[in-house]
């Protein structure tokens, strides 16, 4: 097995606008944070979008060399948590060994669209998605990811804002037209930046961040803060 830390992943220090939440709890929008799903579904993702083969991926993803990591997670919403340690394979992996050879997604197919059992989703830039610590796991702190967490496989996005990483994940899409794409309803396309970095404070597009900062900061749990 192959231990991996990513560089800049540890340490005390947080990005700019976040501070340390007390523990690693359930989180998201309103229409999606508490839906309730089955604990127990076999993993089954289906590959889709702009290729030339549609396919299903189950325990296959076992064939991938499987990687640990720790790293921090930060919530647009301000809450960050340090070291959390996942396990699973990287993104960029499943699309060079999987994807591309089997699904065959068409040139320009580089956004890509991650959906969950909730019926939550979200879009990534293949550019971003191919970085070493993208992660799809199935494991957090030793154990199989609970439901709280995106049993039984979630996307792993450090250096990007949480709502980049699609838990529950059913589906992945790889679209040439970005117009295909929309924020699921009834959020605005508004709340989410193509890209979320978390370095570079890209909490959501147009909106300035001493705007968001204070609006989103409401949002924060109580029992984190
Ligand atoms: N399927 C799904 N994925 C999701 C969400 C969600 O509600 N549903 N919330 C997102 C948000 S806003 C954050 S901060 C993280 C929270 O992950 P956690 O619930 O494991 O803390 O999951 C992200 N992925
Ligand atoms: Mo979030």
């Not at 523990?23 to 604990?39: D, S, T």
């Not at 189950?58 to 997670?73: A, K, M, T, W």
């Not at 991650?114 to 998605?129: I, K, N, S, T, V």
């Not at 959501?204 to 705007?211: G, H, I, Q, V």
């Amino acid at each position: 097995m192959n231990k991996h830390r990513p560089a800049g992943a540890k340490g005390c220090e947080l990005p700019p606008g976040q501070f340390e939440a007390r523990e690693f709890i359930r989180f998201g929008l309103g229409r999606f944070r508490n839906k309730r799903l089955a604990p127990d579904v076999p993993l089954s993702i289906v590959v889709g979008g702009d290729i030339r083969t549609p396919i299903e991926i189950g325990n296959r993803l076992s064939g991938l060399n499987r990687i640990e990591q720790v790293s921090d997670f930060h919530c647009v919403t301000s809450w960050s948590i340090h070291e959390l340690a996942w396990s699973g394979v990287r993104f960029a992996d499943f699309y060079r060994c999987l994807v591309v050879p089997e699904a065959q997604p068409d040139t320009g197919a580089e956004l890509v669209v991650f959906r969950g059992r909730d019926g939550y989703r979200c879009a990534m830039l293949l550019e971003d998605l191919l970085a070493d610590d993208i992660l799809l796991a199935d494991r957090l702190d030793g154990k199989p990811l609970d439901i709280a967490h995106g049993a039984p496989l979630r996307l792993v996005a450090p250096a990007h804002y949480g709502y980049k990483s699609v838990k529950y994940l059913c589906a992945i899409d790889f679209l040439t037209d970005r117009r295909k794409y929309r924020f699921p309803l009834p959020y605005p396309g508004l709340m989410d930046h193509p890209r979320a970095r978390v370095a570079k404070e890209e909490r959501a597009r147009f909106l300035p961040n001493w705007l968001i900062r204070p609006f989103y900061r409401l949002f924060v749990p109580k029992e984190i803060r």
